[in-house]
């Protein structure tokens, strides 16, 4: 595809239950993130992904909170035993991470996650 | 305080106006500024983006950037229906992405 995709587009689930999210990258983009947007809110680091590097997990509000990536294709976010603070939007961008310019991020059109 | 402070609005304004977006911000380490655009229900795009201080142009859009004020803008000239979204400012002190720090976001609504 031409973009970053994202599924599913909406999830609801009840608090407690686990919650897998998937991001799509860009073919050949070697940058993944994640992040969340609250209502009102800025986007909020989750984690980032390069190559094959160790994760940048330094945004991830806590342990219920994991995410993995296959080589440079499709990443998956888990929050386990969710909370009714973790309703928001879900956000996956990825990059080329070239050093030519900054690092332009492309963001597929989220997952709004509700959680009751 | 926080790190980016943004004008959430929403703002409203007629076709054809000149709209007046801004951020403010505290960390001096932030070289790299960006504008992204969000439309509703969809992910943010990027707009402009700028390094240190001084201005860009491109089309309708100029980004302007006062390190000495810690204080950023986007001008839209002539709006448009279709300039009707969310914009989110976004700062980094390094040229990657994991570093960005974006704003709130200021919602805007161009009247016909």
């Known amino acids: 595809g031409a973009g970053v995709s994202q599924s599913p587009s909406n999830k609801v689930t009840e608090k407690g239950k686990d919650v897998e999210l998937r991001c799509d990258p860009i073919?050949?983009?070697?940058?993944l993130y994640w992040y969340r947007q609250r209502l009102g809110q800025g986007l909020e680091f989750l984690i980032y992904?390069?190559?094959?590097?160790?994760?940048?997990k330094s945004g991830l509000p806590s342990d219920r909170f994991s995410a993995e990536r296959t080589g440079e294709s499709v990443s998956t976010l888990t929050i386990q035993r969710t909370q009714q603070e973790d309703s928001a939007v879900y956000l996956c961008?990825?990059?080329?991470?070239?050093?030519?310019?900054?690092?332009?991020?492309?963001f597929g059109p989220g997952t709004r996650l509700t959680v009751l | 305080q926080k790190e980016v402070e943004q004008d959430p609005g929403p703002l409203s304004v007629p076709e054809g106006a000149i709209v007046s977006l801004n951020c403010t911000y505290s960390?001096?380490?932030?070289?790299?500024f960006m504008w992204y655009r969000q439309y509703s229900r969809k992910g943010p795009e990027l707009l402009m983006y700028?390094?240190?201080?001084g201005n860009k142009e491109d089309g309708r859009f100029t980004a302007q950037v006062d390190k000495s004020s810690k204080y950023i803008s986007l001008f839209i000239r002539d709006s448009q229906p279709s300039d009707s979204a969310t914009y989110l400012c976004?700062?980094?002190?390094?040229?990657?992405?994991?570093?960005?720090?974006f704003g709130p976001g200021t919602r805007l609504s161009v009247l016909p």
């Open positions: 961008a990825s990059s080329l991470q070239t050093t030519a310019s900054t690092d332009t991020q492309y």
């Open positions: 073919s050949g983009h070697t940058a």
């Open positions: 992904f390069q190559g094959n590097s160790a994760p940048d």
């Open positions: 960390n001096s380490a932030f070289q790299y």
């Open positions: 700028t390094y240190s201080s």
């Open positions: 976004a700062m980094s002190p390094s040229l990657y992405g994991q570093n960005f720090v």
